[in-house]
């Protein structure tokens, strides 16, 4: 089992940068593909973007490819994601997530970080 805990978040102006880091625990974490969601008030949660157990594969969202980018340094047990050019639509509460397969299905979830685009 792996727990997982999101930082960076918080509140910046239209387009801004902003770095999220996934911290893991309890497993090494390049056992695990590792998933970014967000998911906004009112909204349903959505994929973000995903990236492969040593970050050789990625897939990002259509609504942020080419501002979002993801990373990972398994030897610090951390992901990375750097949001660049970000817009008032991508305020929401980011989750990572862990999964054993290059699929859409994640067995742990962090608590989540909030970020905030201001117009």
């Known amino acids: 089992q792996v727990q997982l805990v999101e930082s960076g978040g918080g509140l910046v102006q239209a387009g801004g940068s902003l770095k999220l880091s996934c911290v893991a625990s309890?497993?090494?974490?390049?056992?695990?593909?590792i998933g970014w969601f967000r998911q906004a008030p009112g909204k349903e949660r959505e994929f973000v973007t995903r990236?492969?157990?040593?970050?050789?594969?990625?897939s990002y969202a259509d609504s942020v490819k080419g501002r979002f980018t993801v990373s990972r340094d398994n030897a610090k047990n951390t992901v990375y994601l750097q949001m660049n050019t970000l817009k008032p639509e991508d305020t929401a509460v980011y989750y990572c997530?862990?999964?054993?397969?290059?699929?859409?299905?994640?067995?742990?979830w962090g608590q989540g970080t909030q970020v905030t685009v201001s117009s």
């Open positions: 997530a862990a999964g054993t397969g290059w699929t859409m299905s994640f067995d742990y």
């Open positions: 309890g497993r090494t974490l390049s056992a695990y593909v």
């Open positions: 990236i492969s157990w040593r970050g050789s594969g990625t």
